[in-house]
C-alpha cells in the first residue's frame, strides 16, 4: 500500500535550520511530482515547494523562496525539504503529498 512518512521535525529558534524528509512506499516514486504543504492553526493547509518526477523542476510558495528548498533522491524514494532562516511564521504541521496520498504530518515549531 501507499505510505508516505514524515520525519525531521521540531523545536528551533528563529533564524534556525530543520531539513524534513518524507520516505515513500507503495508507488513508482520517480514518475510523480512530490509536494510539501504545511498547516498552521486556525489556517487553510498550503503548497510550500513542489518537485518533478526527475527533480529538473522546482517551485515554491512567495513566503517560503530564497530560505527553503525542496530535492529528491529517486534510488531512496526520499523528498526532503531543507528548511533555513525560519521565522515564527513557519509554525504549522509539515505534510509531504504524492500520487494523491499525504502523509501523517510532522511539527515544525519556530520559537525562541
Known amino acids: 500500500q501507499v505510505q508516505l512518512v514524515e520525519s525531521g521535525g521540531g523545536l528551533v529558534q528563529p533564524g534556525g535550520s530543520l531539513r524534513l524528509s518524507c520516505a515513500a512506499s507503495g508507488f513508482i516514486f520517480s514518475h510523480y511530482t512530490m509536494n510539501w504543504y504545511r498547516q498552521a492553526p486556525g489556517k487553510e493547509r498550503e503548497l510550500v515547494a513542489g518537485i518533478s518526477g526527475v527533480g529538473g523542476s522546482t517551485n515554491y510558495a512567495d513566503s517560503v523562496k530564497g530560505r527553503f528548498t525542496i530535492s529528491r533522491d529517486n534510488a531512496k524514494n526520499m523528498v526532503y525539504l531543507q528548511m533555513n532562516s525560519l521565522k515564527p511564521e513557519d509554525t504549522a504541521v509539515y505534510y509531504c503529498?504524492?500520487?494523491?496520498?499525504w502523509g501523517q504530518g510532522t511539527q515544525v515549531t519556530v520559537s525562541s
Open positions: 503529498r504524492g500520487f494523491g496520498y
